[in-house]
């Protein structure tokens, strides 16, 4: 009942009793509850806080708040019918018809269109909470020269519907793939690669801007492992590992200080080695990205239509895109580093410890953080620091949150205490909205983290590939009309099939461990992605089906669209009503709680009554023969559809016409 709340509130403060007790609009809405029972009334007035503030006990209160139901004339149709005393409470009857009225008048002012084109513009929810205000937020961030695994899908997902719900409250939200493409690591990864493919080091001296000719992802973390292994045996190859990355960090210290002619032939062929895997990653991540449906952009921008759009409207480019901002630009465009370091030495923050200078963030009894390490080069820590300095400074951002796992919990409280520390109090509104793990069955029946194909981690491409395809064959044995449209069939499989994958990780709360099993995950009934879609197509098959019947009958084929609400006189459409009018509250927690389960446990509330509804009136039907009962009906059906494309479109899954 969230948009009537409002405005059976002001009707209230009209009454004669309730201006009486001094009770304001904001005091009567803030105390409006649904009734633990349906016959109890449509809506309770909780007198507690009233009884107090006036002295009196709570029954007394009620009492009078009921005696005084005769409000002044109004052309607006009287919401409250009748008001009861029921010990410390008032209970309400609602006027449900002109309540229904409301209510899908306020669904179809925000969300004009029937075509799922027109569906992004949908906006019933929408909130001006962030109105003015910036959120940076940190999410997905896989490693480069690694492919994006199936671990990644949760920080994505809950990451991109996060931005989604925000963006929905009036917030803009920045959002950044923290891209992991710095460190020692690298160093390794350049060794191993000159030392088993001594071409690349050949062409990278040269001068060639590709010298990984066509390697792929999977040839980088091949290498790299390879290289990690030899080291176990020859530990000097640690030093090898070392010394290119040192190499890669003077070239960039070089041409950061203007000094490119002190940068060596080495250092340059290590930074187009360096450059071209990085590379290589982003086209591996923008091909699975864009299964997901999400938009990723190299920053900064340079393309100069896109940068036109984000000086002239960065609501919209931000809106469409989140930012490729890897941990480099930090080291190699921004050096807030260096700054970092000094600014921590400076202030005494921090310390000496074994060769490296670290900040014992909370008492040295706990691992501290490292700045820089023993063997000059910083660390992660140190680059995680510089970042958030970055986007609060550069997005004028009023808070940073950062979508990664529960296990990077000490990290992300280390962080934001250094960042405090060395005197930046904005810290304090910093959130790390951590998630459980993905878990999938292995063989001997356990659930773990991980599942392996023949050694092999599974890839996350692999298995938003099995998804589609596994729809593209139900589609092929259940759907013969729907295959032999096979372009049409291709955009079904694929929205069902990564929509399964998508609701599956968000219907349950972030926090909680999901597991992963594909007959659910694909189940057509239940409290599925699949299942949500269907009712969605299903919803507008009945206004199809509606329009067919108009034509025959000569109802008038958008007559629905003046369906007359007093028709829908039962309790369940009285149920399915009220869900709708919840939406919005459902939207604005999980956009204060970063919790997309939120929005999915609503739709998934929604569906089921809808479900019901329609098993219940199969006498009657949905479109029947009583021409202005089918026009409120299908009037309700297309509120409740655009309210589940609404809230699927949220979560990021992309919506279909026929299934």
């Not at 949908?122 to 199936?150: H, M, Q, R, Y």
């Not at 990653?281 to 938009?295: D, K, M, N, P, T």
């Not at 009712?535 to 034509?551: D, I, L, N, Y």
């Amino acid at each position: 009942m969230d948009i009537l709340r409002a405005p059976i509130a002001q009707e209230l403060a009209r009454w004669p009793s309730f201006q009486n007790a001094g009770l304001t609009v904001a005091d009567i809405q803030a105390q409006l509850v649904r009734p633990p029972k349906r016959d109890m009334g449509d809506v309770a007035l909780g007198c507690f806080v009233f009884a107090k503030a006036a002295g009196l006990k709570p029954n007394e209160v009620a009492a009078k708040l009921a005696s005084g139901d005769q409000p002044p004339a109004s052309s607006a149709p009287r919401l409250i019918e009748s008001a009861t005393a029921a010990g410390p409470y008032v209970n309400f009857r609602l006027n449900r018809a002109a309540c229904m009225s409301m209510v899908l008048g306020a669904i179809e002012v925000s969300c004009p269109g029937e075509s799922i084109e027109a569906a992004p513009q949908w906006s019933f929810g929408a909130g001006e909470e962030g109105k003015g205000k910036t959120l940076v937020l940190d999410f997905s961030s896989p490693n480069i020269a690694k492919p994006l695994a199936v671990h990644h899908l949760r920080s994505t997902m809950i990451g991109y519907a996060v931005k989604k719900i925000r963006e929905s409250q009036g917030w803009r939200v920045v959002g950044i793939n923290h891209l992991g493409d710095w460190g020692t690591g690298f160093g390794k990864l350049i060794a191993g690669l000159k030392k088993y493919f001594p071409e690349v080091a050949v062409r990278a001296l040269a001068g060639d801007e590709r010298p990984l000719g066509d390697m792929t992802v999977q040839v980088l973390i091949e290498t790299y492992q390879r290289f990690n292994q030899e080291i176990r045996q020859h530990e000097d190859l640690e030093d090898a590992g070392k010394r290119e990355f040192a190499l890669l960090e003077r070239h960039i210290e070089a041409l950061m200080s203007d000094r490119a002619h002190e940068a060596g032939q080495e250092g340059k062929a290590n930074f187009l080695i360096w450059e071209h895997a990085r590379n290589i990653s982003l086209a591996e991540f923008e091909r699975v990205y864009a299964h997901l449906g999400i938009s990723f952009h190299l920053w900064p921008v340079v393309d100069l239509h896109r940068k036109r759009v984000l000086t002239e409207e960065p609501e919209r480019f931000f809106g469409e895109h989140a930012l490729y901002i890897g941990e480099s630009y930090y080291v190699t465009a921004e050096d807030l580093c260096r700054r970092i370091i000094a600014d921590a030495l400076e202030l005494k923050v921090a310390e000496e410890s074994e060769g490296a200078i670290v900040i014992y963030t909370h008492g040295k009894d706990k691992p501290p953080v490292i700045l820089v390490k023993n063997d000059g080069a910083t660390a992660y820590h140190t680059r995680d620091m510089a970042a958030a300095l970055y986007r609060h400074r550069h997005f004028q951002s009023e808070t940073l949150v950062y979508v990664v796992g529960g296990e990077q919990r000490l990290h992300f409280q280390q962080l934001f205490k250094g960042l405090e520390l060395l005197g930046h109090a904005w810290a304090r509104q910093c959130s790390h909205v951590d998630f459980g793990l993905l878990l999938f069955k292995q063989p001997d029946g356990k659930w773990a983290k991980a599942s392996t194909r023949a050694g092999r981690v599974v890839m996350l491409e692999d298995l938003l590939d099995e998804a589609v395809e596994a729809v593209r064959g139900i589609i092929r044995e259940k759907n013969e009309e729907l295959a032999r449209d096979a372009q049409q069939a291709e955009r079904v499989a694929h929205a069902v099939g990564i929509g399964a994958v998508v609701f599956n990780d968000l219907k349950n709360g972030r926090r909680n461990d999901i597991k992963f099993d594909w007959d659910e995950i694909l189940n057509f009934t239940g409290e599925t992605g699949p299942y949500m879609l269907m009712q969605f197509v299903r919803m507008g098959s009945v206004t199809e089906k509606f329009h067919e019947a108009a034509r025959q009958k000569a109802w008038g084929a958008h007559a629905w669209k003046l369906g007359d609400c007093a028709q829908l006189k039962r309790d369940d459409e009285w149920e399915l009503a009220l869900q709708l009018a919840n939406f919005p509250e459902a939207l604005r927690r999980a956009s204060a709680e970063y919790e997309p389960s939120i929005v999915a446990k609503a739709l998934i509330e929604i569906a089921a009554q809808t479900s019901s509804w329609w098993t219940n009136t199969k006498d009657t039907r949905i479109v029947g023969e009583d021409a202005e009962l089918s026009k409120a009906r299908v009037r309700l059906v297309n509120a409740v559809r655009k309210v589940l494309g609404r809230g699927l479109l949220l979560l990021g899954m992309t919506l279909v016409e026929r299934m």
